[in-house]
């Protein structure tokens, strides 16, 4: 009986988690739904990916510095959109380009510390150093395109609103990670029938939908880590 006295605000609790990640996913789905010309901004992306399986390894390789380039425009691009769209705005495609132009050298230098993030993760000594250093930084982009920070500032500013919901916030990457993992197996086993040329305009395809969302999700958890920090309080919109 006290055992299960003990769990029921556990399970409360886990119960109201789940349900405001619903909620969540839900609102940044109608934000998409209706923003479809998102898609537009991953066009820059289309050669990469249609190349991934008709390329040989070596030349793969070669193209990745440009491939982490364009990756970073079209990212930055488009959280510049997602965060017009969250605040009740118009977001257009040139304009989002244009800002992740202008904040370019910041965006650079955030990606880069992420990726570095990222290799630590391949080491079995460093892997949690990783892990942790990936979650604290998950929101410096944001933190670059949406408040204009220098890139030293953002990653200092990101580790300040995750500070205290470091679990949270990693749960809430794993979520994303775990459904763009399990799109990409099903991707995979569709694609194996197909010809490379095919299966590049297949990867590109679901690059181009699931891009848009991802980062609409991602930045409406930024706002709400800039709530609860009591840094900005964006007024809220209804959809």
Do not use: C
């Amino acid at each position: 009986m006290l055992l299960i006295l003990a769990f029921q605000p556990s399970a409360r609790r886990w119960r109201a988690v789940n349900g405001a990640m619903i909620a969540r996913a839900r609102r940044a789905g109608r934000l998409y739904l209706r923003s479809p010309y998102l898609i537009i901004i991953a066009l820059p992306l289309l050669p990469f990916e249609a190349a991934n399986w008709m390329v040989p390894l070596d030349y793969w390789i070669l193209t990745l510095p440009p491939r982490f380039i364009v990756t970073s425009v079209v990212v930055a691009a488009m959280i510049w959109a997602s965060g017009s769209i969250i605040l009740g705005e118009r977001a257009h495609v040139l304009p989002s380009f244009a800002a992740a132009f202008a904040n370019f050298g910041n965006v650079l230098v955030v990606d880069l510390a992420l990726f570095a993030a990222v290799l630590l993760l391949f080491t079995v000594i460093a892997l949690p150093v990783g892990v942790y250093l990936f979650v604290r930084w998950w929101f410096a982009t944001q933190a670059v395109m949406l408040l204009d920070k220098p890139s030293a500032q953002a990653l200092s500013f990101s580790s300040s609103i995750v500070r205290g919901s470091w679990w949270w916030t990693a749960g809430q990457l794993t979520a994303l990670l775990m459904v763009g993992a399990i799109a990409w197996v099903l991707i995979a086993l569709v694609s194996a029938q197909l010809g490379d040329a095919s299966r590049g305009l297949l990867t590109y395809a679901w690059t181009a939908l699931a891009l848009p969302y991802a980062t609409i999700f991602q930045t409406i958890l930024f706002y709400e880590r800039l709530e609860r920090a009591e840094q900005v309080a964006p007024t809220p919109i209804l959809v």
